[in-house]
Structures are given as structure tokens and as C-alpha cells.
């Protein structure tokens, strides 16, 4: 590519001929006017970005047979998703969860570019939102300006007053939704206004997210992409020459300039750019993309929908800036499969399906045994060798469940009393339990064997425990 | 603690916090606050020069305010080796709330439940599972988690009782436990003879086989003698004593020769324990009837 865009150079001057000289490192900052736009990017961002929103608010509220679908529930430790229930014992898959959606996000960001930035991250969301209402409420971008430059008036204060209240509405809203996701909603949302919530955590949490919603969508907006967000950060290692990218077609559009409509740019000797300026006016982090791609940006192709007007105008062709890539940018063909792409999509759908699979066999039940630490072993009353056991018998179901446990491992050995339990839905049950064998059945000092769990109205539902047996050393003949 | 680790630990740690004040102190910059210098301290790396700027105000604000909490915390916790704060906090007193925040959300609870009679309440699931836990923390370690014992300590499943099984007495034990030390030595009045001799008797009332009756006669002499007060005419022992029924075939040390033997010729001595302090009415009534249940299912 003969034509780089110019780079202002920002080194520092040779320490030599600089004397002490200050400058300011931190700059205020600059106030973003976003243009509302409308084009065939911005519609489907919008169906994306309400449809989540959707989700989020009207999840919480499905209820099926009485249970919240989706309901953490941490005072009890369990979390319900979707009719399953996971217990503490299950973390080990939400981490895996949360490595599969890494892999997930590389894999899309090489394929797609920052697609996840533009079009589902909930910053992006929920400024989307409040940039809605501020558009409502204040006007568009020029009256937005006016009105932050004029002097205050009733109309302003009704205005900026009005503006907040909204934005402080969505953000209440917000919050109480998410502790809905923790707090039973249909017991939450009554409780609330009745001020009779047991926990007062639940207040400071839903204060807490009111108001981090309320400064993060209305105040900092572009500024979390920029400074805080580190996905941003490390974009360069997962693009190549083959990621789609927004990007602005230089070696059509410079060199820029405004001209009259009728006039042909190539008489005027000058590109398809009109340096209208309208890309930098609907950027919602504030970037000019024609100084190629920078890493605030967050690739939700407003400034395409921009362009794409203004060209639409000009009857010139579309697509000056555009989803594309380094390779077509350079006139090369562009390939979806590469090395990379393979492997990341390797590697998930490995994950996915060992994922799926623990997912699908994991059982409802678990039993631990735990030998007693008293005594080794003893005679009971019918002359038989006994070993005692505590068994933590869990009931992760759903469900009332009767569990019959058994013992195998050695000859003549059986459970002295009762062994049938009905356990109530995830009841965590400590069973004593006494294993006798008759004397003449012990080979050895100790034998290993095993304690079984088994579900009577499901086959399926069974699970061991290892343990041992103790007794005198046999007699020798 | 004594004074000299009182001195030294307070010496260390405000020491150290008035240290760090002095290195902020003197390290802190004259320049203005927010401005930067394009100076460098003349270390470079790959290209990357260390500026010689002040730290930036906030975060120098930030630390002062570390300091001013430091001593602030001081003040109020202990942290200066044997000054106890101004609240007075320790651990112990922490548990001790805790505790009695436990009792409040409890104490409910178990006066619902001291209230119900111990037969009504042997028949109660739930409260049978706060009793079994009860039982797993307090008194599992002798009789084990089933509660079938061991050698020297009863079976308390097998409604065989040694002070009886009556909820009353139940409670009794566990509340204010029991010396049960009567069973002495016998060696030195009866001889080693009349110590077989016994031992024979006793294990044909509770009878066994292959006894030498010769022998058990004899013995059956000495224990009219000496062993009835106790273990009565009959051999039935009593729940007032605390003296084991000999004929029923079950041994709190062993029914063998040999065991029979050492318990008359030396004796036993076990003791249960008093709860009373430990546990509290209302637990103890629980308790009790949970061991009720136990032999009564």
C-alpha cells in the first residue's frame, strides 16, 4: 500500500536540545456528541441490543412450576439454570463454561473482528439505551450541543432533569433486575416497595448497580472501552490479515475534500471521500476511522451506515468504509479458513462436546462415606464383626427421592438396620450406619468395599463410595 | 505479653507506618502537583526512559490516607502488642457474639421442641435429624455414630439399660452423667479360685455354653455372698446401682472367660460425663429423645 495515512509524530523530543519542559498528561475529558444514524448496521444493532435487553429484563421473570429459571441462589449455595440445579460441587463447569466463552470470543474475533464490542457487550448496551433516551429527550446532536453551551433556563433544568430521571430509571431497573437474578424476583420486586426485604444487602446491591449503571451508561460510556476494558487491549493479537475489520478504503477515498455534487472527483483530482466529516460525528467512541484501525474502536459500523448515506447522496458507489479486510484492502483474495480459525474452532468444538457430555451425565446424587474414627471395629451382639460408617447421602434433585444403599466387596457382609432413605429435594442426609460380617467371612485385616446409592424410581440414578472394612486378623487353619 | 514484646511490636509497627510517612515526605516533589516534567532520570531500556515526575496528587492523597487509617486503627484495635483499642475487640468476644446471635435464631427453635414430650418427639423426622446431629458432635466419639458402642462404652440401641431407658432417665445421664465405679476389685477378698469361680456362675446365668458347672456352683456361693447387694438374687442387676443384668447376654466389656475374669478381679470404673454445662436443657432434652428413638423404632 503506497499511501499510509500520516501519523503525528508524538516522540518524545532528543533529551539534548529539550529543556525542562512540562506538558499535560492528563487530559480532561472531550464531551462526545453521538450522531443518531440510521442504516442497515444500525438496525440490526438495534434488534440485537434490544433483543438482549429483552432477555435480561424478562428472564428472571419465567417461572417454571414454581421455580425461577434462572435463579442464583446463594444463601443455599445452588444455582438453577434452565431446570438444572448446580451445586458447589459443579464449579469446575462453570469455569470450563467460562473457558469455552473465551474461546468463544478469540474465535469470533478472529473470524469477525470485535462483532462481540459492537453488538452484545452490555456497555455497549446499555449506553445504547441512555443514547436513545438522551436522543428522545435533548434532541438531536447539534440541539444537544446548543444546549449544553446555553445558559441555564427552565427549559434546560426540565430538560437535564428529565434526561437523568429516565436514565436513573433504566439504571433502578437494571439493578433490581440483576438482584432479581439472586433473589427470588416475585418475592424481590413486592418486597422492595414494601421496604420489607430481609437482607439488607439486597438494598445495598441494588443501590450499587443503580448506580453503577446510572455513571457507567451515562457518564463514562466510551471511556470504560478505552481505559478500562482490557479485551480492547489485546484485539492486536487476535486479528490477522484475514479478520474482518471496519475499515476505510484509502485508495479510493483520499485524497479527501469537499466539492460540489455534480462535479467529477477525478477532474477535481480528488477521492471518493467528502470529508463530510458525518463517520467521526455517529462514532460513538469519538475516533476519525480513516486513520485506520485504532484499538477504541469498537466496530459497531455506525461510521459505515454514516458513509454510506453521504455516498448514497453523492450517487457514488458504497461501501468507502466497510467490513472488510487487511487482505481485500490490499486486493488480495481473503480466506475464512486459516490455521487459526481451524484451530480455535478445534478446540471448541472439543470443549463443547466434553463439556456437553459432563453436562448430560452428571447425576443428581452423591454419597460420601466417612469411616468412624472411634473405634476400628467391634462384636456385636450376634457375634458378628461390625464397622460403623457416616454416609453423606445428597438428594440433588428436584425432586423427593428414595435412595436404597447397598454394600458389596467382600462375602457375608450386609447393612445392620435400615436401608432404604427418602430424601427430600436436595437434602444433604448424614446416615450412621453399622456393616456387619460374620467372623469366618474376613481374609484379611481389612477389605476394600463398596457403598452404593440407588435411586428406586430411577435406574440411571446410582453412585458409589469407596470405603473399607476392618477386622480382627483372621484365624489361620 | 510481656513488656518487651508490647515495646518491640509496637516499635514495628508504627515504626514502619512512620516510615512510610517519612519516605512519602521526603520523596514528594516541590513542583507543582499535575504537571510533568519531559526530564528523564537517565535509565533507559529498549528505547523506554523512566520520567522523573512527582507522584500524581490523588494517588499521594491516597496513601496519606493509608497512614491516617493505620494510626486511626490503632486507636480504636489492638495492634500495638498488649493495648487492647478503645472497642476493646477481640477475637474471643467476636465468637461470643456470634454465639449468642446463633442462640437467638435458635433458641426458638429448641423451646418448641423442649416443650414436646420426649415420646411425642422421638416420632418427630425433623427433630430426630437435629438430634442426630447433636448426637454426631457430642457423643459419637465414645458411642460411636450408630450409637452401638464399644468396649466399655453401652449400646444404646439394644433398649437393654443400665440406669433404665425411661426418658427421665435418659436425661438424667446425659445432664448429670454417671460414676459408674461400683463394679471394685474383688481379687484380694475372694481369691484368684473365687475369681474363676464367678466368672464361671456369671456366664451360666447369662447362659452360655461349655461352662464348667463344678466350677459355677462353687461360684454360686460366692455371689450369693457378695454379689447379690448389686447385681441382686437373680443376677438382674439394678437400674439404681447401675449394675448390669448378668443374664441377658450382653457385655458392656465382654462376656468371654477371660473378660469376665479381669472385670470381677480388678474391677471396672467407667464414667459418663455430666452434659448439663455443656449442652443446656433444651439440647439435652432433644437428645434424650433421639436416644429414645434409638431403641424404640
Redesign the interface.
Known sequence: MSTKIPVQNID??D?ST?K???????EARKKIYVKEITGVFQKVRSFSLWFLMGMYFLFCWVSVDGQQLVLFDLPNRKFHIFGATFWPQDFVLLSWLLIICAFGLFFITTLFGRVWCGYTCPQTVWTFIFMWLEERIEGSRNQRMKLDQASMNKQKALKKAAKHASWLFVAFATGLTFVGYFYPIRELVPDFFTFDISSGWAYFWIAFFTLATYINAGWMREQVCLYMCPYARFQSVMFDKDTLVVSYDLNRGEPRGSRKRSADPKEVGLGDCVDCGMCVQVCPTGIDIRDGLQYECIGCALCIDACDSVMEKMEYPKGLISYTTEQKLEGKDSKLLRPRTIGYGLALVIMMSAFAFKLGTRLPVELDVIR?R??LF????KGYI?N???LQLMNMSDQVRTFIISVEGMDGISIS?KSEFTLEPSEV??I???IEAKPNALTERNHDIVFKAQAVDDASVKIESESRFLGPAPVKF | MTSFWTGWISFIVLGSIFGCAWLLWVTRKSQKFDTETEQTMGHSFDGIEEYDNPLPRWWLVLFMGTIVFGLGYLVFYPGLGSYKGVFGWTSANQWEAEVKKAEETYAPIFAKLAATPIEELAKDENAMKIGQRLFANNCAVCHGSTAHGATGFPNLTDNDWLYGGSPEKIKETITSGRNGSAMRAWKDEIGEEGVKQVANYVRLLSGQEGVDEAMAAKGADIFAANCVVCHGQDGKGSHDMGAPNLTDGIWLYGGTQNIVEATIRNGRGGIMPSFKDQLGEERIHLLAAYIYSLSHR
Do not use: W
Open positions: 518524545p523530543q533529551a529539550a525542562v519542559k512540562t506538558v499535560e498528561l492528563y468412624d472411634g473405634a467391634q462384636t456385636n451382639a461390625e460403623a460408617y457416616t438396620g442426609r448424614s450412621p450406619m453399622a
